[in-house]
Nanobody, 125 residues
Framework: QVQLVESGGGLVQAGGSLRLSCAASGSIFSINGMGWYRQAPGKQRDLVATITRGGNTNYADSVKGRFTISRDNAKNTVYLQMKSLRPEDTAVYYC???????????????????WGQGTQVTVSS
């Protein structure tokens, strides 16, 4: 069983900053890609940023230069530092990770995609 638990969301004024964290726990063998997605009311879930195990990053155009994704492989944790927040950044932010788990003894699963429960970020104008 694997869990992704996000934290750090909240209410902030436009121009402010927030830092989101997402910690993975459970019978984890390895975590490959990790990322953040967001979903505003009435809209689809969109990619915000991703990071490979080796640290290569990718960002949505709308957050480039304002958001920074990072990870701590020893802690199975991914972070999203958000600066210069705008009202249009308001959404539920979801953590995502591609994880191999220990099934039994030395057996390892194939890679599966896991999601966190989401954390609300609200930016007031």
């Amino acid at each position: 069983q694997v869990q992704l638990v996000e934290s750090g969301g909240g209410l902030v004024q436009a121009g402010g900053s927030l830092r989101l964290s997402c910690a993975a726990s459970g019978s984890i063998f390895s975590i490959n890609g990790m990322g953040w997605y967001r979903q505003a009311p009435g809209k689809q879930r969109d990619l915000v940023a991703t990071i490979t195990r080796g640290g290569n990053t990718n960002y949505a155009d709308s957050v480039k230069g304002r958001f920074t994704i990072s990870r701590d492989n020893a802690k199975n944790t991914v972070y999203l530092q958000m600066k210069s927040l705008r009202p249009e950044d308001t959404a539920v932010y979801y953590c995502n990770a591609d994880i191999q788990t220990v099934v039994a003894g030395n057996l390892v699963s194939t890679e599966h995609e896991y999601w966190g429960q989401g954390t609300q970020v609200t930016v007031s104008s």
